[in-house]
């Protein structure tokens, strides 16, 4: 960052701060994600903290002549609204919001049988979609919300940090929404633990976890199995990556299914042996392995069809196809449950 920009950086802490914001020790600079939050001194903790006041429910995001603004329903006070306004021209959308327009316009440009297979199997349909303004604005700010006491709101400076492993974001309390603790270089903080077609089908990139099957149906040995690709969710004290399971139309339905895991590889088939056995499923192992032929099939080819798109949407769609089949080679083994 220039001097210009150090200054405009140093002056909006200044009014956040005034705004009763948390901002210490962390500076805007570019690093091996690109533009980033990093400490200004490694041994010492960052804390960063954006009050309830400058959290904007993102029905409220306007966007006039191309530049942010407030809605006018939006209860926040004038000087909290110029905060935003300016804080948004300065660091958010007035000077990243060309990144997401043009994935909008390099998707939009894909050949037809590419796009055809990022709709089904990859549900990607909304990089899909003509670059018009009103989706460029849906697009952009869907990456940069959280979920805050129930509503979806827009989160400054914090919504500058990259995604890793190394935090979560803190919104416990009611309180406002942060990000804390020491960081070696640059400050990252979970999106999501979801894999890494999750990942991308949110932000754009794509990131190596857990793997979770895209959605199929298949018929085995007289067995009508679907599987779905809802995001893993802890419930009633439930294991997040154990699938809910139902019957519809004499089908066992499986809300999602983990192929892969990182940290635990002998899991994904002890899960699944178990859904079995508690579901009356026969051949689990057979099964299982199916399921994972069928998903590393769709990830070769959408990494054969990438060849076929523009040099940055392909190699996008390699880094997905690439991360996906690591995550999916994370399976050896069975933890039993």
């Known amino acids: 960052m220039d001097s210009g920009g150090a200054k405009l950086w140093d002056d909006m802490l200044e009014e956040f701060r005034a705004l009763g914001g948390t901002a210490e020790n962390v500076c805007l600079k ?27 429910e993102s029905k409220h995001v306007t966007v006039e002549n191309g530049s942010f603004c407030v809605g006018a329903g939006a209860t926040i006070g004038v000087r909290e609204k110029s905060f935003l306004e300016n804080y948004e021209r300065e660091f958010s959308w007035g000077v990243a919001s060309h990144e997401t327009e043009g994935l909008l316009r390099m998707f939009h440009a894909a050949p037809a049988e590419l796009s055809e297979l990022l709709k089904s199997p990859f549900n990607l349909d ?51 929404v942060g990000i804390g603790g020491r ?34 149906s298949l018929a085995f040995n007289e067995q009508k199995l679907r599987i779905g690709r809802s995001e893993p969710k802890p419930a009633d004290g439930r294991n997040s990556l154990v699938p809910e399971v139902g019957t519809e139309d004499g089908m066992t339905v499986l809300s999602h299914i983990l192929l892969g895991n990182k ?75």
């Not at 690109?34 to 959290?55: C, M, N, Q, T, Y």
């Not at 940090?161 to 803190?170: D, F, P, R």
């Not at 903080?189 to 959605?215: E, K, T």
């Open 30 to 56: 570019d690093g091996r994600y690109g533009r980033g939050l990093f400490p200004i001194d490694p041994a010492k903790p960052v804390d960063i903290h954006i009050p309830e006041s400058l959290l904007l």
């Open 126 to 176: 909304l990089w899909l979609q003509e670059p018009t303004t009103e989706a460029i604005v849906e697009r952009y700010f869907a990456s940069r919300i959280i979920r805050y006491k129930d509503k979806t709101v827009v989160m400054p400076i914090v919504e500058l940090a990259n995604h890793g492993l190394e935090s979560q974001y803190k919104t416990g309390g009611g309180v406002g």
């Open 183 to 216: 960081f070696e270089n640059e400050v990252l903080v979970s999106y999501s633990g979801g894999d890494p077609l999750l990942i991308f089908r949110n932000w754009g990139f794509a990131s190596r976890v857990q793997g979770i099957g895209l959605s199929l």
């Open 263 to 337: 940290r635990n590889p002998r899991v994904p088939r002890g899960i699944f042996y178990r859904v079995c056995r508690e579901a009356g499923i026969r051949d689990a192992a057979e099964l299982f392995d199916r399921i994972q032929h069928i998903n590393r099939t769709q990830y070769l080819r959408l990494a054969e069809l990438s060849e076929t798109a523009s040099p940055r949407l392909g190699r996008l769609l390699r880094n997905l196809a690439y991360a996906q089949l690591e995550v999916l080679s994370f399976s050896f083994g069975v933890r039993e449950l």
